[in-house]
């Protein structure tokens, strides 16, 4: 019996040496440790022998069956270990590689100078309204005073899709279909896209962006217009901000102006940015609306007048953030845009 012991076991240490995975475990554990395995024929094998022999076989098969399920537990845990291993080589992840991160985009400078202005006029008790793109020349030029032979209405000037259509070239046509849509008073901004035949260099583009201010009411006078543009330009660039107005012309306003305010890189001392003069570019016209326009809108101007003017949108955060070219605003720099 010591001799079959013997044997079933140096065959079980041959065997689990050649076991690599844990298929081939259980396959020996079921031919050494199951209800027909070696082990259990063994101890079918000692009601043959004699009782003085009985106990001496049942403690070495015993001690077989034990040696045999630890070598099997052993061997288990080792394959484990390995195939974990494997598998985390194969899947690890180099936690402190640098990877590019997604970040969360913002809004262009663009559109937060846009939000910002609109929030001004909106804390002053104006309100916000769109309009299209594409407009009529009615609209654009007719009602507001312009007469066909007006530089602004050349093609070399403005983007006609027909006689008729256009894009729009300033966003004072929403003066026109504020008052024959609203009723009076009136007071609102509207801010957007607007296009011109203009080539592009450090000041001008094709397309840029205005904002339009229309107020229309009794009793409106130019001392309201000034105190308005006082209020909306040291909200926007700070109390130290100085206006300068000079007299212009547009067809739609008049009396008209131009406002130029303190340059923001010298603070109006003179520097090359602003040709030593103290101030920075013109930064929008406006003046009090033409009697004719309130009337082409259906407006009696003997009892109502009123004030507009219209700025630059890219005009103003050149200003803001003294910025010298406006190609900067649309060139999707990442080295700019991430500045804001």
């Given at each position: 019996?010591?001799?079959?012991?013997?044997?079933?076991?140096?065959?079980?240490?041959?065997?689990?040496?050649?076991?690599?995975?844990?298929?081939?475990?259980?396959?020996?554990?079921?031919?050494?440790?199951?209800?027909?395995?070696?082990?259990?024929?063994?101890?079918?094998?000692?009601?043959?022998?004699?009782?003085?022999?009985?106990?001496?076989?049942?403690?070495?098969?015993?001690?077989?069956?034990?040696?045999?399920?630890?070598?099997?537990?052993?061997?288990?845990?080792?394959?484990?270990?390995?195939?974990?291993?494997?598998?985390?080589?194969?899947?690890?992840?180099?936690?402190?590689?640098?990877?590019?991160?997604?970040?969360?985009?913002?809004?262009?400078?663009?559109?937060?100078?846009?939000?910002?202005?609109?929030?001004?006029?909106?804390?002053?008790?104006?309100?916000?309204?769109?309009g299209p793109e594409?407009?009529?020349?009615?609209?654009?030029?007719?009602?507001?005073?312009?007469?066909?032979?007006?530089?602004?209405?050349?093609?070399?000037?403005?983007?006609?899709?027909?006689?008729?259509?256009?894009?729009?070239?300033?966003?004072?046509?929403?003066?026109?279909?504020?008052?024959?849509?609203?009723?009076?008073?009136?007071?609102?901004?509207?801010?957007?896209?607007?296009?011109?035949?203009?080539?592009?260099?450090?000041?001008?583009?094709?397309?840029?962006?205005?904002?339009?201010?229309?107020?229309?009411?009794?009793?409106?006078?130019?001392?309201?217009?000034?105190?308005?543009?006082?209020?909306?330009?040291?909200?926007?660039?700070?109390?130290?901000?100085?206006?300068?107005?000079?007299?212009?012309?547009?067809?739609?306003?008049?009396?008209?102006?131009?406002?130029?305010?303190?340059?923001?890189?010298?603070?109006?001392?003179?520097?090359?940015?602003?040709?030593?003069?103290?101030?920075?570019?013109?930064?929008?016209?406006?003046?009090?609306?033409?009697?004719?326009?309130?009337?082409?809108?259906?407006?009696?101007?003997?009892?109502?007048?009123?004030?507009?003017?219209?700025?630059?949108?890219d005009r103003i955060?050149?200003?803001?953030?003294?910025?010298?070219?406006?190609?900067?605003?649309?060139?999707?720099?990442?080295?700019?845009?991430?500045?804001?």
């Amino acid at each position: 019996m010591e001799e079959n012991i013997k044997e079933v076991l140096a065959n079980f240490e041959s065997e689990i040496k050649e076991a690599t995975d844990l298929d081939k475990i259980e396959k020996l554990r079921v031919n050494y440790l199951g209800k027909k395995g070696e082990i259990t024929t063994l101890k079918k094998s000692i009601a043959k022998l004699s009782k003085e022999e009985k106990p001496q076989a049942g403690k070495l098969i015993n001690e077989a069956s034990k040696k045999i399920e630890k070598a099997l537990e052993e061997k288990n845990e080792e394959v484990k270990a390995n195939l974990l291993k494997k598998k985390v080589e194969a899947e690890k992840i180099d936690v402190t590689a640098h990877f590019d991160k997604a970040h969360s985009g913002h809004l262009a400078v663009i559109n937060q100078t846009m939000e910002e202005l609109e929030s001004i006029f909106q804390n002053m008790g104006f309100d916000v309204v769109e309009g299209p793109e594409v407009d009529t020349v009615k609209y654009v030029f007719d009602d507001l005073n312009s007469p066909k032979d007006h530089p602004a209405r050349s093609t070399s000037d403005t983007f006609y899709i027909n006689d008729e259509i256009l894009l729009r070239p300033h966003t004072s046509s929403m003066q026109i279909r504020v008052m024959k849509e609203c009723k009076l008073p009136i007071k609102m901004v509207s801010a957007g896209r607007v296009f011109r035949n203009d080539e592009v260099d450090a000041t001008h583009s094709p397309m840029f962006h205005q904002l339009e201010c229309l107020v229309v009411d009794e009793k409106v006078s130019m001392a309201n217009l000034k105190a308005t543009l006082e209020t909306f330009i040291k909200e926007m660039f700070g109390d130290d901000m100085k206006l300068r107005y000079r007299p212009h012309h547009f067809p739609f306003t008049e009396p008209s102006l131009e406002v130029d305010v303190t340059c923001p890189i010298c603070k109006g001392k003179g520097c090359p940015s602003c040709g030593n003069t103290g101030w920075s570019m013109e930064l929008l016209g406006g003046g009090m609306v033409h009697p004719k326009v309130l009337e082409n809108c259906g407006i009696d101007s003997e009892k109502y007048t009123g004030f507009a003017f219209g700025l630059g949108v890219d005009r103003i955060a050149m200003v803001k953030y003294g910025l010298d070219d406006i190609r900067l605003l649309y060139d999707n720099d990442k080295r700019f845009i991430e500045q804001f």
